[in-house]
């Protein structure tokens, strides 16, 4: 690979005139912005963090935003970045453009043969959570650096010395898409998709600027590089697009909805992953191994790509439109909750890291290519995560590497008393962590209630000690439902606490988990698409699958067109839509007796559907993906019977197949 070393001499500015984005512009600090930024002049350009050694939070976005100093530092560092010269490696557009598009050598690391219309990122690859976390580092450094330049121009004096304090608080901020946000509030944060414009109060008072959270407007647009309609015409990133045109509109209140409807889906899966996936190789991304059991059917990918292609819009609710650019790899990077998304998908990880602290990357196969791998080359730990520099002598940053985040000056609110994610994370913050899944995730799951009742009865030993007794997981059945509870439960559906559920969903501490297991191959002649599912009718027009109360879930198969980007091959990846919520919600509404198979199974033979939309908007039929399965699963869970433990699972069992 290339080694030309470049000088990445940073940051040249765009004269302050208003683009694309409505009236909408950067701040005006009434001076030329680019002499007073502090240039970084590595060469090469060391990936190394934000902060200088000095560890701190990573916080949700909204927990960010009542931090108001702050707030307005990541607003404003956010906006510069964005109105750096797209020439400049270290912009937004240069940034951003590591990932897909433009298929353009960064950094000096040139392409490997044949690998030149590839982006540098790696997906459905046992690499795909370490590389993106130095992306994620590379991105957060330069924002970092920004902002303390930033907290410079406000006048000396107290306000300036608050705003350096706050600066040296700065970590680039997660979106929770799995946490239920306050009552009233959408999943999706108003601060991301509410307003195309934001008021912000800045070193020359409040003004009026484009919301770097909204969306970026390319400046300008390259239609060389963007090869295909509508990608060479829309000079705004689009979350659900009102239209193909070139005067389109984001839906973000589409986006929020799709969320809300969605959110269930996404914690439940989120807590099966920190529960029953103890292998890297199974979590770290979505490609479908041969032969694995089938409680391993979902991964952090999978997960992460379902979040894509909601964001996208996906065709979702507005047929016949295209999605927009989170919905394609080599395009969704330019969108600003790309990185917000990713980094939630870096926490997620670091939080699995702490909890399976033994288990990391093995020798595997590149299922497809990226700018500097070619499909069928052997990935290990040692493989280079290109093109992010861990010295100037050139060497790469490897899995191995970057395992443990902390050394690049962050980490997150669940790790607080860990120093470290590596094998050395101590038991006792396992348990808290696991106390923190629990408090945020598992509030979809019948986890909770069994642990509520029991801190409820204050009685916890003596009732694990006796359901240990009736019996051991994996023996199978959940057993010992009789006609005559289940009769005396229905009949008082207002009892919605363990008592009320016991015999039905639980039998002492165990009940039975349901999941729709998905796999289908990554290309389809239709691009992206996504699986959704149903219990009970279907509405005929996707338009209204956002409101529709049977809408149980969605499986997002996140790739290229079928013309432009990478090159797909015949890869297979799975995931997961969960169904234990849903169905206890019908055992609650008296419309199914119980969770075993022998009521389950007639009833999901009978309600459940699924419908396959692209993201251009097309309900499609089955023949135009490409090897679609789905079976459906279950496995006796044994509830756990404190909020510092995880549910266990015991082996899947196999029930019948949809398609
Ligand atoms: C636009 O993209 C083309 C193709 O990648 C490239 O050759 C050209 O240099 C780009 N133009 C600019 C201004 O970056
Ligand atoms: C955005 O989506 C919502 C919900 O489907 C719909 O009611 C509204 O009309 C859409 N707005 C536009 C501008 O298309
Ligand atoms: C993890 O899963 C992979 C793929 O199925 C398998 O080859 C490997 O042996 C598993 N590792 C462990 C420690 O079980
Ligand atoms: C997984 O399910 C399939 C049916 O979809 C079945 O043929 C296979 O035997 C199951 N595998 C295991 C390991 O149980
Ligand atoms: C919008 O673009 C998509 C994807 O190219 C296409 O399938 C659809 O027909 C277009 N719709 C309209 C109304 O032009
Ligand atoms: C973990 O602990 C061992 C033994 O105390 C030590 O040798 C090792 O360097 C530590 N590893 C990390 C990553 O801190």
Not at 552 to 561: H, N, P, S
């Amino acid at each position: 690979m290339g080694m030309a070393l470049i000088s990445l001499a940073l940051l040249t500015w765009l004269p302050l005139v208003p683009w694309v984005l409505g009236q909408y512009t950067a701040y005006n600090y009434g001076f030329d912005v680019g002499a007073r930024v502090k240039r970084d002049v590595t060469q090469p350009l060391v990936v190394r963090g934000g902060g200088e050694g000095d560890l701190r939070f990573r916080q949700e976005v909204r927990e960010m935003e009542q931090d108001q100093d702050l707030w307005t530092l990541y607003i404003l560092g956010l906006s510069l970045l964005q109105f750096t010269d797209q020439s400049s490696p270290t912009s937004w557009y240069g940034i951003t453009g590591i990932h897909g598009i433009p298929h353009k050598t960064w950094g000096g690391v040139g392409p490997t043969p044949g690998n030149e219309a590839s982006g540098y990122c790696t997906h459905s690859s046992i690499l795909f959570p370490t590389w993106h976390r130095p992306y994620l580092v590379l991105y957060e450094q330069v924002m970092y650096s920004l902002i303390q330049s930033l907290a410079t121009w406000w006048p000396e004096g107290e306000a300036r010395n608050r705003y350096q304090q706050a600066s040296l608080r700065f970590r680039i901020p997660y979106w929770d898409w799995a946490a239920n946000p306050s009552s009233g509030q959408s999943v999706l944060p108003q601060s991301v998709g509410g307003s195309p414009y934001v008021d912000v109060n800045g070193p020359s008072g409040i003004q009026r600027i484009a919301n770097p959270l909204f969306s970026y407007s390319f400046k300008p647009l390259n239609s060389t590089a963007f090869i295909q309609a509508p990608w060479d015409y829309w000079a705004v990133t689009l979350r659900s697009p009102t239209d193909n045109s070139t005067e389109a509109q984001s839906n973000n209140s589409l986006v929020a909805l799709n969320f809300d409807q969605n959110v269930a889906s996404l914690s439940q899966r989120l807590y099966i992953l920190f529960s029953n996936y103890a292998n890297y190789s199974l979590i770290s991304n979505n490609a479908w191994i041969p032969l694995t059991s089938n409680a391993s059917y979902d991964s952090i990918e999978s997960l992460h790509d379902t979040v894509h292609n909601l964001a996208g819009g996906g065709g979702l609710g507005q047929p016949n439109v295209q999605g927009g650019h989170m919905s394609y790899i080599p395009y969704s990077a330019f969108d600003p909750i790309f990185f917000l998304h990713h980094t939630m998908v870096d926490r997620i990880f670091s939080i699995w890291q702490a909890l399976y602290p033994e288990t990391w990357v093995v020798p595997t196969a590149a299922a497809l290519p990226s700018y500097t791998t070619s499909k069928g080359q052997v990935q290990d730990s040692r493989t280079a995560l290109t093109p992010f520099y861990a010295s100037t002598d050139g060497t790469f940053w490897t899995s191995d590497t970057v395992r443990d985040h902390t050394q690049f000056g962050y980490t997150y609110a669940e790790l607080a008393e860990s120093s470290t994610s590596g094998p050395n994370a101590s038991r006792n913050t396992r348990s808290q962590i696991r106390k923190a899944i629990n408090r945020l995730y598992g509030t979809s799951s019948p986890a909770n209630l069994f642990i509520k009742e029991m801190r409820a009865r204050g009685s916890q030993r003596e009732r694990r000690q006796r359901a240990t007794r009736q019996g051991e997981l994996n023996e199978g059945q959940v057993t010992s439902t009789s006609k005559k509870r289940r009769t005396s439960r229905l009949e008082n559906p207002e009892a919605n606490t363990l008592k009320g559920y016991n015999g039905v969903v639980f039998v002492g501490d165990k009940y039975r988990e349901w999941i729709a297991n998905i796999r289908v191959k990554k290309q389809s002649s239709a691009g992206p698409f996504s699986v959704h599912f149903f219990l009970g009718s279907v509405p005929d027009d996707p338009q209204e699958w956002a409101m529709a109360p049977s809408h149980i879930g969605t499986m997002g198969v996140f790739a290229a067109d079928q013309t432009n980007g990478m090159p797909l091959g015949q890869l297979e990846v799975s995931g997961t839509v969960p169904l234990t919520t849903c169905l206890i919600d019908k055992v609650v509404r008296g419309e199914l007796s119980s969770l075993e198979p022998y009521d389950v199974e007639p009833y999901l033979t009978l309600n459940l559907q699924r419908r396959l939309l692209s993201t251009s908007g097309k309900i499609l039929d089955v023949s135009e993906v490409g090897g679609l399965h789905i079976h459906i699963i279950s496995a006796v869970v044994r509830a756990p019977s404190s909020d510092d433990e995880l549910p266990l699972w015991g082996q899947a069992v196999d029930h019948f197949d949809l398609d």
